[in-house]
């Protein structure tokens, strides 16, 4: 991609909590094909998984994202038990997991890096709070920049970069495509995590009144932006691989802390998204 942004492939990795063990299969099969980036967009778990994709050889990401979700610190960030979850919200007074294992985690593959200094160009997107905007970082330390992007309100606090306030970015572009055609992509490569499949329903409990609305929002959104993709561009949305239940569950939105299943969504993935490659593009992709 052209220091302007013209041209060439961008990959966009949307939000999904621990869903986002996918996008690991996804990027394993598109190296497979031989399909590279130019441009890394990622929101939350895809700026996580973004991060580590602009950061290492293209041959090393999926391996090294493989260890990552599998790691201690991985699967203690939300491993807090109900005394614990009630603990670190009495302690914290606004989130129920502390968010330093998921710090630990990411710093342990990107160290000190620099926006700026990745070896492939990449941005990630969080909530401002005290301008109510949808930022972008592109510059500065990507620790700081996933952990805003990342920081899931009511699960983990919000995060402080040079003095101001951010949340998970979800909350304003779940799966920032529209972004990824702004800056002037060629063909872009849809990593998203399958729940925008799943057909919503009314809420009939409390606490499913906010989710239901978070879902219309994220999904309102990136549907306008698949709408307004314009002729030229070319947009692959890749599969998960997994059938999911017939429609949106918030059951199964609250188990957010089952990071036990990684290991079968990332398989899966692979698998579906090396087909969709072979049979879209002709590419070699598969094993």
Do not use: K
């Given at each position: 991609?052209?220091?302007?942004?013209?041209?060439?492939?961008?990959f966009?990795?949307?939000?999904?909590?621990?869903?986002?063990?996918?996008?690991?299969g996804?990027?394993?099969a598109l190296?497979?094909?031989?399909i590279?980036?130019?441009?890394?967009?990622g929101?939350?778990?895809?700026?996580?998984?973004g991060a580590?994709?602009a950061?290492v050889?293209p041959?090393?990401?999926a391996?090294r994202?493989?260890a990552?979700?599998?790691?201690?610190?991985a699967?203690?960030?939300?491993?807090?038990?109900t005394?614990g979850?009630?603990?670190e919200l009495?302690?914290?007074?606004?989130?129920?997991?502390?968010?330093s294992?998921?710090?630990r985690a990411?710093t342990?593959?990107?160290?000190?890096r620099?926006?700026e200094?990745l070896?492939?160009r990449?941005?990630?997107?969080?909530?401002?709070?005290?301008d109510a905007?949808?930022?972008w970082?592109?510059?500065?330390p990507?620790?700081d920049?996933?952990?805003?992007s990342?920081?899931?309100?009511?699960?983990?606090?919000p995060?402080?970069v040079d003095?101001r306030?951010y949340l998970d970015?979800?909350?304003?572009n779940?799966i920032p495509?529209g972004?990824?055609v702004?800056l002037?992509a060629a063909r872009?490569?849809?990593?998203?995590v399958?729940?925008i499949?799943?057909?919503?329903?009314?809420?009939r409990r409390?606490?499913?009144?906010?989710?239901v609305a978070?879902?219309?929002?994220?999904r309102?959104?990136?549907?306008?932006?698949?709408?307004?993709v314009?002729?030229?561009v070319e947009v692959?949305v890749?599969?998960?691989?997994g059938?999911?239940p017939?429609?949106w569950?918030?059951?199964?939105a609250?188990r957010?802390?089952?990071v036990?299943a990684?290991?079968d969504?990332?398989a899966?993935?692979?698998?579906?998204s090396?087909t969709?490659?072979?049979?879209?593009?002709?590419t070699?992709?598969?094993?």
């Amino acid at each position: 991609m052209d220091d302007d942004g013209a041209g060439g492939t961008a990959f966009v990795l949307g939000g999904g909590g621990v869903l986002g063990a996918v996008q690991v299969g996804m990027l394993r099969a598109l190296t497979d094909a031989g399909i590279r980036p130019d441009l890394v967009l990622g929101t939350s778990v895809g700026a996580l998984n973004g991060a580590v994709l602009a950061a290492v050889e293209p041959a090393e990401a999926a391996d090294r994202l493989d260890a990552l979700w599998s790691s201690p610190d991985a699967r203690a960030l939300f491993a807090a038990g109900t005394f614990g979850r009630l603990r670190e919200l009495a302690r914290s007074g606004v989130a129920a997991h502390s968010a330093s294992p998921l710090r630990r985690a990411v710093t342990e593959v990107l160290g000190e890096r620099r926006i700026e200094d990745l070896p492939v160009r990449f941005e990630c997107c969080a909530a401002g709070i005290e301008d109510a905007s949808e930022h972008w970082f592109d510059r500065g330390p990507v620790v700081d920049a996933v952990m805003a992007s990342a920081a899931v309100p009511g699960l983990l606090p919000p995060a402080v970069v040079d003095g101001r306030h951010y949340l998970d970015g979800g909350l304003v572009n779940s799966i920032p495509l529209g972004r990824a055609v702004e800056l002037g992509a060629a063909r872009v490569f849809v990593l998203q995590v399958g729940r925008i499949a799943q057909p919503l329903r009314p809420p009939r409990r409390p606490w499913e009144v906010a989710m239901v609305a978070f879902e219309i929002a994220r999904r309102h959104r990136y549907a306008r932006d698949l709408a307004a993709v314009p002729d030229g561009v070319e947009v692959h949305v890749l599969p998960t691989g997994g059938s999911g239940p017939p429609r949106w569950d918030s059951r199964a939105a609250l188990r957010y802390r089952d990071v036990g299943a990684a290991g079968d969504r990332i398989a899966a993935a692979y698998e579906a998204s090396a087909t969709h490659l072979r049979t879209h593009l002709g590419t070699g992709g598969g094993r």
